[in-house]
């Protein structure tokens, strides 16, 4: 199975910044779809954002215009910068890989990396 390693979160203020870095144990452009999810205490775990092979993204509707992911094919890293970041997006973001091997979907996730965001 594909690992997943997060790295990046951290203590902000309102309004400031973080930059989350999850590196893949394999090639990602192999991989179908990259994500990443949040789940805050007592909520559900979410989709944040996430990138296909072709390179299109999807975002929810909450972190629109706030928050951009991308993906570094020769580094196999998938990156998400946060900016205007706001308490509510106090969370642990875990990274998430799908993709098919020998035909068959598999879905890996990462540790996770705690984000708070408070003044």
């Known amino acids: 199975q594909v690992q997943l390693v997060e790295s990046g979160g951290g203590l902000v203020q309102?309004?400031?910044?973080?930059r989350?870095?999850?590196a893949a144990s394999?090639?990602?452009f192999s991989i179908n779809v990259m994500g990443w999810y949040r789940q805050a205490p007592g909520k559900q775990r979410e989709l944040v954002a996430s990138i296909n092979?072709?390179?299109a993204t999807n975002y929810a509707d909450s972190v629109k215009g706030r928050?951009?992911?991308?993906?570094?094919?020769?580094?196999?890293?998938?990156?998400?910068?946060?900016?205007s970041l706001k308490p509510e997006d106090t969370a642990v973001y875990y990274c998430n890989a799908y993709y098919y091997s020998d035909y068959v979907p598999f879905n890996s996730w990462g540790?996770?990396?705690?984000?708070?965001?408070?003044?």
């Open 53 to 55: 092979e072709g390179g």
């Open 14 to 18: 309102p309004g400031g910044s973080l």
């Open 111 to 119: 540790q996770g990396t705690q984000v708070t965001v408070s003044s």
């Open 26 to 28: 394999e090639r990602i």
């Open 20 to 22: 989350l870095s999850c």
């Open 67 to 83: 928050f951009t992911i991308s993906r570094d094919n020769a580094k196999n890293t998938v990156y998400l910068q946060m900016n």
